[in-house]
């Protein structure tokens, strides 16, 4: 893997290896076709996508706004744009019409380009209310501009200004002069505790970040990558840069919950994702099991005890399993467990990079027992994503985020926070000196505000210290490690654990409706609207049995006393989730204060 190119020149470094390879697999907006760019059409656009932009105006170290789902234009414009030195900011596709307001003042952008129709209507709504905005360029063709809007022009029409690259001399005058010192991105965190805040990361920063993941992520150029998290994530915009890098094909999925028919449409090797993501296959692989024949039931538990213990119980400890247990995995593994991963498109897996929340040990145990490599890891915006990961065929401890990369400094407080040193630590955030000055330690050291320690050369986590609740029996909760072995449980979509200063833990539950509708079917339960059913004596004495049994190994103060079932989820709109779906307690608090005080009625 190369990994000197400066990102300016990446895209075209790359085409004079690769040439007329594919590049990118992708659908056109609205489309279902699945489509193919090479490397030379791919570079060949962002150079016109780099003239067009010093054509509009564009300054080195400019900062311009893209707010959009992923799509192939997304990538193009971030490429373009550091091919002239400009600064990107990536807007998540569902940012309200406030959080865009913020950011585009806060960071003076003129030129917005925007996805969809919902995108730019937030747009066009928001303009007057930005005083620096000049331009909105839609990369959808099938948007409807408003008659009134003088300011928004369609994408293929700003490519004009990029024809025949008139100013490709200034273009790589300006890569010549490209500095690691530059601004590559400023990425606004989702603000689970409040205002968002844009956390600079430089192209330094970025080329550190690929040299030390390099070494311990094996990403090919045989790879094809299903990108599926949103580019605007630092874990997934990290991980697709550092696949160009090596050269890998990128499967641009534009809608997140088309996920699993992209996969079996394209067959990926790998793809980074979220626990949030094999929850869902661990609970729809169980789902068909319990709905199987008793001798196909049998077989398959039979086989993912023999994957646990091949995997898990030898493997992960870098012991090599017997041969009589060796040659039975090996016979399960090319008949039941294959179909299980043909099922989910993932007939040639290699490896699956998962970070983001805590990874419930139920499910990381049960996604290698069928034979997928997941590798667990941990980082965070300020970090450039990674921190620490498992190395693919190294022994690694199920419970653990994996074994730092090269170059970081972990260092753990009295307090138990990890601290942070290293090239690929962020300096700071934009504009606020005083959250800058408040993030770090008299010696340096970046506060994540994750507790957590070191054993054997691996980083586990904790908990997130700002999360912590403290009940008012005085003892310690950590809502996350508790919702994240609740989350397993096929009924259970959502769900907010409540303790801070109370007496006991309840939670409020958001159901799979689906789910519950079909319990109620089988079992006779009548009901006339989701709030009778979400209340009904038989499915919560259903859903505690469920919940007493996944619980059974926490201490009794963290087990969950009393639970509330809500009947419609929680939602962004109301403030309740982030746009990366971490939950805003304190909103939640609010929103849910008569129904939160009912619990702990005696």
């Known amino acids: 893997m190369q990994t000197n190119f400066h990102m300016s020149v990446l895209v075209h470094e790359q085409a004079k290896k690769y040439g007329n390879r594919e590049m990118l697999i992708y659908q056109d907006f609205g489309g279902k076709e699945w489509k193919t760019l090479s490397w030379n059409e791919v570079s060949l656009t962002v150079k016109q996508v780099s003239n067009a932009l010093l054509n509009m105006g564009v300054k080195v170290q400019e900062n311009i706004g893209i707010f959009s789902q992923n799509s192939v234009q997304y990538i193009e414009c971030d490429f373009a744009a550091w091919g002239v030195r400009a600064v990107t900011i990536p807007f998540y596709a569902t940012s309200s019409e406030q959080q865009i307001q913020f950011m585009v003042n806060d960071a003076k952008i003129r030129f917005l380009f925007v996805g969809e129709q919902e995108q730019y209507d937030k747009a066009h709504r928001v303009f007057s209310?930005?005083?620096?905005?000049?331009?909105i360029i839609v990369f959808d063709p099938a948007v409807s501009i408003s008659d009134t809007d003088s300011s928004a022009i369609y994408f293929s029409d700003f490519l004009q200004l990029g024809n025949n690259l008139p100013r490709q001399t200034e273009v790589e005058q300006?890569?010549?002069?490209?500095?690691?010192?530059?601004?590559?991105?400023?990425?606004?965190?989702?603000?689970?505790?409040?205002?968002?805040?844009?956390?600079?990361?430089?192209?330094?920063?970025?080329?550190?970040?690929?040299?030390?993941?390099?070494?311990?992520?094996?990403?090919?150029?045989?790879?094809?990558?299903?990108?599926?998290?949103?580019?605007?994530?630092?874990?997934?915009?990290?991980?697709?840069?550092?696949?160009?890098?090596?050269?890998?094909?990128?499967?641009?999925?534009?809608?997140?919950?088309?996920?699993?028919?992209?996969?079996?449409?394209?067959?990926?090797?790998?793809?980074s994702a979220v626990p949030r993501f094999w929850e869902k296959v661990y609970m729809g692989v169980m789902d068909k099991i319990e709905h199987s024949s008793a001798v196909q039931r049998k077989l398959f538990l039979h086989a993912l005890e023999v994957g646990r213990r091949h995997n898990i119980e030898y493997l992960s400890l870098g012991k090599k399993p017997p041969m009589a247990l060796h040659l039975e995995y090996e016979v399960l593994n090319r008949t039941v467990f294959s179909l299980v991963r043909k099922e989910l498109g993932l007939e040639n897996a290699h490896f699956f990079p998962t970070a983001g929340a805590a990874v419930s040990a139920h499910v990381e145990e049960f996604v290698h027992s069928i034979g997928i490599n997941m590798i667990v890891g941990y980082g965070l915006t300020e970090s450039l994503a990674t921190v620490s990961c498992d190395h693919l065929g190294d022994p690694y401890t199920v419970g653990s985020v994996g074994i730092p990369i090269e170059g970081i400094d972990i260092k753990v407080s009295e307090e138990g926070e990890i601290l942070l040193k290293g090239p690929t630590i962020t300096k700071g955030y934009y504009n606020r000196e005083d959250l800058t000055k408040q993030a770090f330690t008299e010696d340096g050291y970046f506060k994540t505000g994750d507790a957590g320690y070191m054993k054997d050369g691996e980083l586990f986590l904790t908990e997130r210290i700002k999360d912590l609740f403290k009940t008012s029996n005085g003892k310690y909760i950590a809502p996350q490690m508790i919702e994240s072995k609740l989350l397993v449980d096929k009924f259970i979509d959502q769900i907010a654990i409540i303790a801070d200063q109370r007496k006991f833990v309840s939670a409020l539950i958001i159901p799979v409706y689906s789910l519950l509708e079909e319990y109620a079917r089988e079992h006779g339960i009548a009901y006339d609207s989701r709030e009778q059913l979400c209340t009904n004596p038989q499915i919560m004495q259903m859903m505690k049995e469920r919940i007493d049994t996944l619980q059974q190994q926490l201490a009794h103060y963290e087990q969950v006393k009393r639970f509330t079932l809500l009947p419609n989820p929680l939602s962004m709109a109301k403030g309740e989730l982030t746009n990366t779906l971490k939950i805003r307690r304190r909103v939640l608090n609010e929103n849910y204060k008569e129904l939160i005080d009912a619990m702990y009625v005696d």
């Open 174 to 271: 300006l890569q010549a002069e490209a500095s690691f010192d530059d601004i590559a991105n400023i990425l606004y965190t989702s603000g689970t505790t409040g205002d968002s805040k844009g956390v600079i990361l430089t192209h330094g920063q970025f080329n550190a970040a690929m040299v030390a993941n390099s070494k311990c992520v094996p990403v090919t150029d045989s790879d094809r990558i299903m990108n599926f998290l949103p580019y605007t994530h630092v874990f997934e915009r990290g991980w697709a840069i550092l696949c160009i890098y090596a050269g890998a094909t990128l499967i641009v999925n534009t809608h997140p919950q088309e996920v699993q028919q992209s996969m079996r449409d394209t067959h990926p090797t790998c793809m």
């Open 129 to 135: 209310l930005c005083p620096t905005l000049e331009r």
